[in-house]
Structures are given as C-alpha cells and as structure tokens.
C-alpha cells in the first residue's frame, strides 16, 4: 500500500507567488498540471507493482472559519479535490481535521494527535471498502533497574 498526501504545496506556492486574486486566475492552469501529474504518479507507482494499493488523501482546509478566506479556501479545496483519483484509486477523506482546531502544528501542518485523526480517518476509509488493517499489539515498555 502507498499513502499519497501531496498537492498543498502546488496551491500554496501559486498563493505565495501572486495572492489571493492570482491564485484564481491560474487555479485552474494548476489543477491540469497537478492531475497530470497525479496521473503520471498512480502510472508509475503500478508499473513497479501492479497490485499496489494506492490510497490518496484529499486535502483539507485547516484555516480556522474565522479567517477571511474561510469559505472561498473551502470552495477552492473541493475543486482541487476534484483533480484526484482515477479507477483503482481509494481517496481518504481528511476533511473532518479541519473541523479541529487543537490538531494543528501550524497553520498547515497537522501535529501528533493531527496525524492520530489522519491515521483513523484512513482505517475508516479502508474499512469502508471492504480492506482491515490488524491493529499491532502494543510494544512492552522497556525498564530500567
């Protein structure tokens, strides 16, 4: 199995480079290179082995709803969101992390308990598709005498 999280960057650098108004005139230039990409991505992860889960999460919006941006970041992350998968292709929804405020490292960035919710959401969705994970048994603490 290969978990893909990636394409914030692609929007973020888009943001850095020109603001909010340039974003919008080049989104959708971005979106095509980024499902490009993607699908030049999920070709060659299957032709090292083509029984190879992949799973991709979609992006989530970690802005905190009383920010300016709040609903237009919202819209602009369903239209990316948009770009992934194809057949074969098993999405993760993360969108629930943006709904928790104490899950951040950043602004962007989940922190431990972020990564915890991230990694629940994707037995959720592995399970929803018929796949279970074992959970591992717990490691014995070491002790020192």
């Known amino acids: 199995m290969v978990l893909l999280n990636i394409g914030g960057n692609d929007l973020l650098r888009g943001f850095k480079g020109s603001g909010a108004k340039g974003l919008v005139k080049q989104f959708s230039n971005l979106k095509k290179i980024y499902r490009k990409n993607l699908l030049e991505i999920y070709?060659?992860?299957r032709s090292l082995n083509e029984k190879l889960?992949?799973?991709q999460n979609n992006l989530y919006n970690s802005m905190k709803k009383e920010v300016q941006y709040f609903g237009f970041t919202n819209l602009l992350f369903r239209m990316w969101n948009s770009a992934i998968g194809e057949e074969g292709i098993i999405i993760s929804r993360t969108e629930p992390m943006g709904k928790n405020p104490s899950i951040w490292?950043?602004?962007?960035h989940p922190?431990?308990?972020g990564y915890k919710m991230m990694h629940e959401l994707l037995?959720?969705?592995l399970a929803s598709t018929g796949?279970?994970?074992p959970a591992r048994e717990?490691?014995?603490p070491i002790r020192h005498s």
Do not use: F, P
């Open 123 to 125: 037995l959720k969705t």
């Open 111 to 113: 922190n431990e308990e």
């Open 43 to 45: 070709q060659h992860l």
């Open 53 to 55: 889960l992949i799973v």
């Open 131 to 133: 796949i279970s994970i």
């Open 105 to 108: 490292l950043d602004s962007i």
């Open 138 to 140: 717990a490691a014995t």
